[in-house]
């Protein structure tokens, strides 16, 4: 049994007569064309995925800084309470 119910033999008779239509160099440009397309898809992909990598990167680095910031201006908030609280002591 090959392919989906599709024996090898039923395989072999279809590359036969795809290669009686179209000829032995079509069918080859045809493969090379196809590679070519899939090798350029698979760049494509990874670099896709590098961009997306570096705004990640991008996008958290900027909202550290911010977080940093916020933590910092709530530490002087409760430092100063706390001072303001000691003053009126």
């Known amino acids: 049994m090959?392919?989906?119910?599709?024996s090898m033999w039923q395989l072999l008779i279809i590359l036969?007569?795809?290669l009686?239509?179209?000829?032995?160099?079509?069918?080859?440009?045809?493969?090379?064309d196809?590679?070519?397309a899939i090798k350029v898809f698979k760049s494509?992909?990874?670099?896709?995925?590098e961009e997306q990598a570096k705004q990640d990167?991008?996008?958290?680095?900027?909202?550290?800084?911010?977080?940093?910031?916020?933590?910092?201006?709530e530490s002087a908030e409760t430092s100063g309470t706390k001072t303001g609280e000691r003053q009126s002591s």
């Open 2 to 6: 090959g392919l989906g119910g599709i």
């Open 16 to 18: 036969a007569i795809v």
């Open 20 to 32: 009686l239509v179209f000829g032995t160099k079509r069918v080859r440009n045809l493969g090379g």
């Open 34 to 36: 196809l590679g070519g």
């Open 44 to 49: 494509a992909m990874k670099e896709g995925e």
């Open 57 to 73: 990167n991008q996008t958290e680095d900027s909202a550290q800084p911010a977080s940093l910031s916020a933590a910092q201006s």
